[in-house]
Structure formats: structure tokens, C-alpha cells
């Protein structure tokens, strides 16, 4: 049991790591939410909470909703409900019904309160905690958001017990990556352990969240240190985008990606062949894919282009220092990028 803080000023709140207890609104609230966790956990939730009225407005489940569709389909049940500026939304899923409840809450009558209650590994330990909200649209991934912190964050592991293997194993590569960018003893930690223990999981999820609190108080609008926590990602978000967002879970392209950004730390001199191989063993250890076959090289590095992270056609990559520190590394030639994505290949 645990409560982190983030201190945005003027915005502050607490993140509770614990079992759900009592909560009282004397307002409407809304839980926004899907039918398979409604259908596992909404009585568990109800049974915790009281307010001047409780609406559950479903939305469907899969990242294809995640668009301006299923907003305007919330925007408009609120204005039914007559929600007013006092009312709260429950964002209570995984990091897609917590990126679209945080967008909404923060467009509807230009932005009410909303509490971040996630079910999923991911979302307990990276996407409920720092206000990134965000939809899809034709163009990309979370191309449409804001930065709105939620008012409060309540984790509670129980959630954990119905989430399919795949899924967990999905977090717990974005913990690893969390591991290697910030705290080397954190990674001794996860090496030395067994994350299929749940109670052994509780300490890395609170771990991985105080990490999260503390690099996004620092940089809240990602100018920097923010920044590292999508190690992995520039490489992860091509490998999901050529397979269409259905070969692989975000987590395990995160994955590779970390492998991928790896090979291209150890051939600048960044890591060493041993911190690599370790790194591979842990992931594997969870059966994390670490290898993608690479079609077309070309193609593959024109799609660095389209990385939100580029600016004036310059590539950055977030690339361990050892393990447990990491940096923003810009002017890489192409040739040594295309030569470690042709390596890959063999
Ligand atoms: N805002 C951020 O900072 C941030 C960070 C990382 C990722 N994200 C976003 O998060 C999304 C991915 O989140 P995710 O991995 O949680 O996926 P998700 O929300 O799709 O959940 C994964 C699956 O698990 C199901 N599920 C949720 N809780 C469950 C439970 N307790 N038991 C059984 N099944 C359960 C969901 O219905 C879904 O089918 C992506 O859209 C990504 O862009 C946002
Ligand atoms: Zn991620």
C-alpha cells in the first residue's frame, strides 16, 4: 500500500496504490468503460463508490474505437445526462478507455475532473499516470490530445487477475524499459526476480509508477527527460505499424523495439555486448518477441520520418547509457542505422 504524489503545481495529485476503499462524490458521475471489463469488474467498483448519480456509459473495446466516434458518442450521453461543470468521469479500463475518458474530460464544456482507475499492467504502470490523453485518427496514433493530469489515480492489482498472459507480459516489457532508462538497482531487482509472483509484480508496478511520477514532474510537456520513457517506441511503433496493429500486442513491438534500439547503443560504444545479452535474456524470460524480420530496409527507415519526435527531418533516438541511464541521441548516420537494421535481419 502506497500513495505517490505528482506535484504539477497547480495541480497536484495522489496516486494509491491499494485496494479500491469507499469513495463519495457529491456529484454525477460518469464510468466510462467496456463491455468484457464491465462484464468481469463493475460490480467490484460499484460496490466502492457512491454519488448523486452514476451513469456507466460502454464503449466498444479495441483500438480501432479509439477516435473522435466514440468521443462524440460520451460527449453527447453527458449532455443527456445534463453533466455539469462539477461532474466527474471514472475512466475504468485499460490505456484506451484511459486516453479517450482524459481527452473528453478535458473537451466537454472545456474540461471537467476525471479519476484514472486502471484494470490492465500497461496502463497500471505507464499510460494512467502523467495526462497523456489522446485519439486516433486516419493520419496516425494519438495524433489528437491534450495534456490533462487526472485528478487522482487509484490502482489497485486485483484487477490484474483476470488479464489475459499476453497482456501481462505486454507490461511488464514497458516496467523493463522503465528499468533500463532510469534505476540500474531496478533492473537488478527485476533480474533477480520473478514478475509472475504477484506480490513480487505489486513492488515493480509501484516502483515503475514512482519512476513514471518523477520523470513527469520534471517534464511534464516531454521537452526531455519525458522524452526516454519511448525507448523502444521508435522502433516498436514502425514493427506495429507494418503489421497493422494486429501481429503484436504494443508491448511486445516495445519489445523488440528495445532490442533494435540496443543493437544501435552497442555499435555507437553505448552499452556493452554483455548489458545487451542480459537485456535479451530478461524480455525472452517472459517470452517477449525479440526479433523482426525486417522486408525492406529502405522503407523501414523512411518510416523514422513520420516519429512524432522528429523535428526539421532530424531522427532522434532514446538509447540506453548502460543500464539504468539513458539519453537523446540525434545525428546518427544513416548508413550505421541501416546497417543495424540489415544485421537484424540475419
Ligand atoms: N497516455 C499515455 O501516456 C499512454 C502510455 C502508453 C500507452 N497508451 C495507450 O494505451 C493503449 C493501450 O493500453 P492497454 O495496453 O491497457 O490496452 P487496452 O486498453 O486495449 O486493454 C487491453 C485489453 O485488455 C482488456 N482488459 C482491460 N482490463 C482487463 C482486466 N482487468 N481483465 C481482463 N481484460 C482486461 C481490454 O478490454 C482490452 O481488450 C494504447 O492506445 C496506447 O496508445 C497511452
Ligand atoms: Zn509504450
Do not use: W
Amino acid at each position: 500500500m502506497s500513495i505517490i504524489n505528482i506535484d504539477l503545481s497547480p495541480m497536484a495529485y495522489k496516486i494509491h496504490i491499494k485496494p479500491l476503499s469507499p469513495m463519495s462524490f457529491n456529484t454525477k458521475i460518469a464510468i466510462i468503460t467496456n463491455p468484457k471489463i464491465s462484464g468481469l469488474h463493475i460490480s467490484y467498483l460499484l460496490k466502492n463508490i457512491t454519488a448523486k448519480e452514476i451513469h456507466i456509459i460502454t464503449i466498444n473495446d479495441g483500438e480501432k474505437y479509439k477516435n473522435m466516434q466514440t468521443v462524440d458518442f460520451i460527449l453527447e450521453q453527458l449532455f443527456n445526462y445534463k453533466f455539469d461543470r462539477d461532474s466527474t468521469l471514472i475512466a475504468f479500463g485499460g490505456g484506451i478507455v484511459g486516453d479517450i475518458t482524459g481527452f473528453t474530460a478535458s473537451i466537454y464544456q472545456r474540461g471537467i475532473d476525471y479519476i484514472q482507475i486502471p484494470t490492465t499492467l500497461l496502463s497500471q504502470v505507464d499510460s494512467s499516470v502523467g495526462g497523456k490523453t489522446g485519439i486516433n485518427n486516419t493520419f496516425g496514433k494519438n495524433l489528437i490530445g491534450t495534456f490533462n493530469q487526472p485528478n487522482c489515480v487509484y490502482i489497485d492489482t486485483h484487477f490484474l487477475s483476470t488479464l489475459d498472459i499476453r497482456e501481462t507480459r505486454a507490461g511488464i516489457a514497458e516496467i523493463i524499459k522503465m528499468a533500463i532508462c532510469f534505476d540500474h538497482n531496478f533492473f537488478e531487482f527485476i533480474k533477480n526476480n520473478n514478475l509472475n509472483d504477484i506480490s513480487i509484480l505489486q513492488k515493480t508496478i509501484q516502483k515503475s509508477v514512482e519512476i513514471k511520477a518523477r520523470v513527469v514532474t520534471e517534464d511534464e510537456k516531454e521537452k526531455g527527460q519525458r522524452a526516454k520513457l519511448n525507448y523502444g517506441h521508435t522502433f516498436g511503433h514502425i514493427i506495429e505499424n507494418q503489421t497493422n496493429y494486429t501481429k503484436y500486442l504494443h508491448g511486445e513491438a516495445v519489445s523488440i523495439g528495445i532490442i533494435m534500439a540496443n543493437k544501435l547503443a552497442l555499435s555507437l560504444g553505448l552499452i556493452s555486448k554483455q548489458e545487451d545479452a542480459i537485456i535479451t535474456k530478461i524480455l525472452q524470460k517472459y517470452e517477449l518477441p525479440t526479433y523482426y524480420k525486417i522486408d525492406n530496409i529502405d522503407e523501414f527507415y523512411k518510416q523514422f520520418f513520420l516519429d512524432k519526435k522528429t523535428k526539421n527531418q532530424k531522427l532522434k533516438f532514446i538509447l540506453p547509457l548502460g543500464i539504468g541511464n539513458s539519453a537523446i541521441k540525434e545525428d546518427i548516420d544513416e548508413k550505421i542505422i541501416k546497417n543495424i537494421l540489415r544485421n537484424f535481419n540475419e
